[in-house]
């Protein structure tokens, strides 16, 4: 079907301001995960033979427990599960505040401070129509996820970033936002343990997050999808679970990244009884709730945590193996006690010549030449984070994938 020049002309006049107005679809730059495909589908012309190992996928490699998955079509088959879930069943929040004690040791939440999301992508797109009039501000950490910013934006209001640097363990400097940002913010978004750094925060930083917030006045929003993905001893770490909290914030929990749950798209937000509500009222103008049966099967899950610490173990071994062979390799990579992330400055060249002037330079070469996938990130500083779920199923496969990664930069020396 043809469409008349009018017609398409008053409908590139009518695009709102917030995605490019009348210049939407014109924009001719190219961002980085369109780069990074591209560069795998270069890769893989010029290297049809060779396996492309992907260490850039911020997805787990495994399906959902068999136990969750049996639950869920146990609960789908049912015909009172078939209708709108609206803003959530009661039987979800309350397998969610279960979860929060048993993992995070937060205590008394009620139904009223619980309320399911279909993932957090979601709550984190929503939340700023709770809180965000023109001019309002949300300070945000970078790098990081931008969804929080993006809907600041839209709705007109400004956002300012803290670096996550390498010296302050990847934590935003508080003391560092000027008093005129900190008047005018509504928001703080936070995410640990965190992505791309894989950093984890620790009791006595969510203490000073708490009395910063109430000082300024502004709302914590605490991102916690890798929250029980800890390791070598380190007990998962809620941001609830420090006193204050939740006079001041909320936290998103996500069923994506710990119970192997990507696209089941089922999360929960927790705690300031007043922001779950309000988010409440913005969600149910935005969308009818979560399958039912994906509902009940998630709180199986919730009930069940010992799946994700199963899940934590396997990170933790592959996180062990990277580890290893990036330092043989001349890197400096340390294992983060959290998240399926290990992020490593990026060499500034080697040793025939070449140079590698940011992150997104190495990371490039590497797909290019090496066929070994991973993300840049140039936002405070060059580095690439590696993730480890990479395809590989078993640990003799593991073994085998870090093993090639190994054999092909051998015979690179790298310069930092």
Same mark, same amino acid.
Request: charged content about 20%.
């Given at each position: 079907m043809s469409i008349d020049i009018h017609q398409k002309s008053y409908i590139q006049q009518n695009f709102a301001n917030r995605i490019g107005g009348a210049d939407y679809g014109k924009d001719t730059a190219i961002y980085k995960f369109e780069k990074i495909k591209r560069a795998k589908a270069a890769a893989k012309l010029e290297h049809p033979h060779m396996e492309l190992i992907d260490m850039g996928v911020g997805e787990p490699d495994e399906m959902a427990d068999a136990r969750i998955v049996a639950k869920l079509a146990q609960e789908a088959a049912k015909r009172e599960n078939r209708g709108y879930a609206d803003n959530g069943i009661a039987e979800f929040k309350q397998a969610a505040a279960r979860y929060l004690k048993n993992v995070f040791g937060v205590v008394g939440l009620d139904e009223a401070e619980v309320l399911h999301s279909?993932?957090?992508?979601?709550?984190?797109?929503?939340?700023?129509?709770?809180?965000?009039?023109?001019?309002?501000?949300?300070?945000?950490?970078? +790098?990081?996820? $931008?969804?929080?910013?993006?809907? =600041?934006?839209?709705?007109?209001? #400004? &956002?300012?970033?803290?670096?996550?640097?390498?010296?302050?363990?990847?934590?935003?400097?508080?003391?560092?936002?000027?008093?005129?940002?900190?008047?005018?913010?509504?928001?703080?978004?936070?995410?640990? +343990?965190?992505? $791309?750094?894989?950093?984890?925060? =620790?009791?006595?930083?969510?203490? #000073? &997050?708490?009395?910063?917030?109430?000082?300024?006045?502004?709302?914590?929003?605490?991102?916690?999808?890798?929250?029980?993905?800890?390791?070598?001893?380190?007990?998962?770490?809620?941001?609830?679970?420090? +006193?204050?909290?939740?006079?001041?914030?909320?936290?998103?929990?996500?069923?994506?990244?710990?119970y192997n749950m990507t696209g089941w798209r089922i999360g929960f937000i927790a705690g300031n009884p007043l922001v779950v509500k309000a988010f409440g009222d913005v969600k149910d103008n935005n969308d009818s709730g979560q399958f039912i049966a994906i509902q009940k099967a998630a709180a199986y899950g919730l009930d069940h945590p010992q799946i994700t610490e199963k899940i934590a173990e396997k990170y933790s071994r592959r996180h062990n193996m990277l580890v290893e062979v990036l330092n043989e390799l001349g890197f400096t990579a340390e294992k983060p006690k959290g998240s399926f992330f290990l992020y490593v400055e990026a060499p500034t060249g080697i040793r025939d010549g070449r140079r590698f002037a940011s992150g997104e330079d190495f990371s490039q070469f590497l797909i290019r030449e090496k066929m070994i996938s991973t993300v840049p990130w140039d936002d405070a500083g060059h580095f690439v984070r590696f993730s480890v779920t990479f395809i590989a199923d078993g640990e003799d496969e593991e073994k085998r994938v870090i093993s090639e990664i190994r054999r092909r930069l051998s015979d690179i020396e790298f310069e930092f």
């Open positions: 279909i993932g957090t992508k979601p709550a984190l797109a929503m939340l700023p129509t709770c809180f965000i009039n023109p001019g309002d501000v949300t300070i945000m950490t970078v +790098p990081g996820y $931008p969804v929080l910013g993006t809907h =600041t934006k839209y709705l007109g209001g #400004e &956002v300012f970033t803290v670096e996550l640097k390498k010296e302050n363990a990847f934590l935003p400097d508080l003391s560092s936002i000027p008093d005129d940002i900190a008047r005018r913010a509504k928001l703080l978004y936070l995410n640990y +343990p965190n992505n $791309p750094t894989g950093a984890s925060a =620790t009791a006595e930083f969510f203490a #000073e &997050v708490v009395d910063w917030a109430r000082r300024h006045s502004v709302v914590v929003v605490h991102d916690a999808p890798y929250a029980a993905l800890t390791y070598d001893g380190l007990k998962p770490l809620s941001f609830l679970s420090v +006193p204050g909290a939740k006079d001041v914030g909320v936290e998103l929990h996500s069923l994506s990244k710990s």
